[in-house]
């Protein structure tokens, strides 16, 4: 790669200077300005009045975001490493439902076409791009993904058995056709929504029933500490990282303006 396409791609992929801090924040305006477009779009009493000028600039918008997907292509060490990206995806299937409103003219696919470029608001997804936090978010997720889908096993392990004594119990004349009908009930139990569509009826039914519903008050707190948990780890390992330590004591993470351990007083040199 050379220099001034080195110098590019860093101005594209990083935004630790001025120049790559200028190029995320018009792409934030950008992405902004074409989830509000396609938000606006949607009323149709403000779409009869301005849907000339949204579609102009859906097309601007997209023009821009093709030139910028393509520019991430040509950027990249790896050009599929980029397009089967996740931020690869979301970048193309950000631009593709407008081309396909442009060339796809059989009348009776023009309805689907049109539901495919609601996928324009997944130019959202790409502001998490631009956020620093994100990027710790993200690790921090990853970390406790093992703890998380255990978690999901479990949960789905007791919707399975609720559902299937439910249909047990209540049977199809209480609305619980089948095992399938006795998992969505649960879900919709444990995760303390109620709809109502379905309930039990019997005494039995209705025991399990506010057994599931306390059950559930307890399960939503679970993933919220997992993820809290791992987020406090990767904060104090990156406070480890940015701070000194003490040679006496050898507390870490001790603050580089200290001139004092904040554990046992020696004076930090």
Known sequence: ?????????????????RAGKTFDIVLLIMILGSILVA??????????????????????????????????????????????????????????PTYLSFFVMNSQLLTVVRALRLLRVVRIL??????????????????????????????LTIVLIMGTLMFIIEGPENGFYNIPVGMYWAIVTLTTVGFGDITPSTPLGQFFS???MLLGYAIIAVPTGIVSS??????SRQDEQRGITCHTCGKK??????????ACGELLS
């Open 210 to 212: 506010s057994v599931i």
């Open 39 to 96: 938000i606006l779009d949607s009323v149709a009493s403000i779409r009869a009045q301005y849907g000339d000028i949204f579609l102009v600039l859906e097309w601007l918008f997209t023009i821009l975001f093709t030139i910028e997907f393509f520019l991430r292509v040509w950027l990249s060490r790896k050009a599929s490493g980029y397009i089967f990206s996740f931020y690869g995806m979301v970048d193309l299937l950000a631009i593709l």
């Open 1 to 17: 790669m050379d220099l001034s396409k080195e110098r590019l791609a860093h101005i594209v992929f990083e935004s630790n200077d």
């Open 126 to 155: 790409k502001l998490g791009r631009y956020v620093s936090e994100a990027e710790f978010l993200k690790r921090s997720l990853r970390s406790s993904s093992h703890k998380i889908l255990l978690f999901i096993g479990f949960i």
């Open 253 to 262: 993470g001790l603050d580089p303006s200290d001139s004092y351990c904040r």
């Open 230 to 235: 791992e987020m406090a780890a990767q904060r």
